[in-house]
């Protein structure tokens, strides 16, 4: 039950475009007891079907600038290959570390940034 709970929440999450692995992987490690690179695997894998059924609904709704697409696709794949290859070679505790001090510079970013008018 926990697992169907923390996918659902999970999904939500992914559907908003806030980023389900924000919520996934903390859920996963805190309580299921998954190991920060399982988790963070886990997400990966859950990213691609629930990334499709968010993509349908925003290319509905024009949500989607095509003139940066390739752009970012691009510098994306090279980014994940190399995220991928430090990932391997950092211990599980240090990537928890690190990827908490993302959410709380990105948390404390969104909550000081200004609004563009």
Known sequence: MKNII???LSGIISGMGIGGGTL???LLTIFQGIEQHVAQGANLLSFV????IALIYHIKNKNIKTD???YIIISGLIGSFI???ISVLINST???KMFAA???LMGIY?????EKK
């Open 49 to 52: 079907p629930t990334a499709f």
């Open 24 to 26: 996934l992987i903390p």
């Open 110 to 114: 969104e909550l000081l940034s200004k």
């Open 83 to 85: 995220g991928s290859f």
């Open 6 to 8: 923390i996918g659902l």
């Open 68 to 70: 940066i697409i390739l």
């Open 94 to 96: 240090l990537l928890k």
């Open 102 to 104: 993302f959410l709380l």
